[in-house]
């Protein structure tokens, strides 16, 4: 490693006690939850700073692949927004992002477009990546790690405080009306950070919020439960009863969360037991609904994105399913 790129590490990097959950203020619900949120934080820091110091995405790559099966999506989200805060720097090339995604992150593309959204949270507006030259049906991802990470270190503002962005300026492309409802599945997500994955206490905050942004806060909670896990299995039946007529969605949301560690070969048996409760079968056909269904391209915004109008098919494919939805 140059002197330049440790350098580059060290002062662009997070201090690891910005993700502890007493530096959050987060709710501990026991001590094995809590050693898995802030693993989680770490393994993500630890993926932002193989990027901001790696010489070429490949050499992140080789790092990233050292890491333990059960984190090392979180660690590649963390290097999407290493590589996409290099992207919105004033000096080097703006191709970080597109060359590491042509690598082995392209079976990590889910986590590396949510880590451009982080990215686009500590990056000056008008350093921004492009909307356009994001993929047209996944750039919504984009705006769902905004919002985590609004919610993660904004949490009074936008957990307890409910804050709504807006006016958001970004995409430049697609329906305006659907961007604060894709920040909404970010923020759900964080909250399961928030709750310490108490699904009592999540789906307590998510009932404080009103009515219409519900849908997708149980969403973004229901995906980080299967994605993460730290729950029960009645514990994750606990969460699907509290989600109510939401339960489809939740199911959707549990699929996307199996597609992405299905995709990048991370099983882990906790996306299995919450895949079973969710959807009512295995990760690996929750994964194959989402593919079956996926808008073909070219993908076409309507009154809804593209985006929406999949999320939407994922859930009609769960609610016959005996107690989801119900």
């Not at 029960?232 to 199996?258: K, N």
Request: glycine share 10%.
């Amino acid at each position: 490693m140059s002197a330049l790129r440790a350098l580059r590490r060290r002062l662009l990097t997070p201090n690891l006690s910005e993700t502890l959950m007493e530096t959050r203020g987060f709710r501990v619900k026991n001590e094995a939850g809590k050693e898995l949120l802030e693993t989680v934080g770490a393994m993500f820091l630890a993926g932002y700073a193989h990027a901001v110091e790696a010489r070429e995405p490949r050499d992140a790559e080789r790092e990233l692949e050292k890491l333990p099966t059960r984190f090392k999506g979180f660690a590649y989200e963390g290097a999407g927004m290493g590589f996409a805060i290099l992207d919105g720097m004033p000096f080097g090339h703006s191709r970080h992002v597109e060359r590491f995604l042509e690598g082995r992150a392209a079976d990590h593309v889910y986590m590396v477009y949510v880590g451009i959204g982080w990215a686009m949270a500590r990056l000056p507006r008008f350093r921004w990546p492009r909307s356009a030259a994001t993929d047209p049906l996944l750039r919504w991802l984009v705006l769902d790690g905004y919002g985590f990470h609004q919610a993660y270190f904004k949490t009074d503002k936008y957990v307890h405080g409910q804050y709504v962005d807006r006016d958001f300026p970004w995409p430049a492309e697609g329906p305006r009306a659907y961007t604060n409802r894709a920040l909404d599945q970010g923020i759900g997500r964080a909250m399961w950070f928030v709750g310490g994955t108490d699904p009592e206490y999540v789906a307590d905050l998510i009932d404080g919020f009103a009515e219409h942004r519900r849908e997708d806060l149980y969403a973004g909670a229901g995906l980080a439960a299967t994605y993460a896990g730290g729950v029960t299995e009645d514990e994750l039946e606990l969460f699907r009863q509290r989600s109510g007529r939401h339960a489809g969605i939740v199911a959707q949301a549990s699929a996307f969360a199996a597609e992405a560690r299905v995709k990048a070969g991370l099983m882990v048996p906790h996306t299995g037991l919450a895949t079973q409760v969710f959807c009512g079968t295995t990760p690996e056909v929750a994964a194959k609904v989402t593919q079956d269904v996926r808008p073909a391209p070219p993908i076409t915004d309507g009154t809804e994105p593209a985006f929406e109008v999949w999320r939407q098919r994922i859930a009609r494919e769960f609610v016959h399913q005996e107690g989801v939805g119900s």
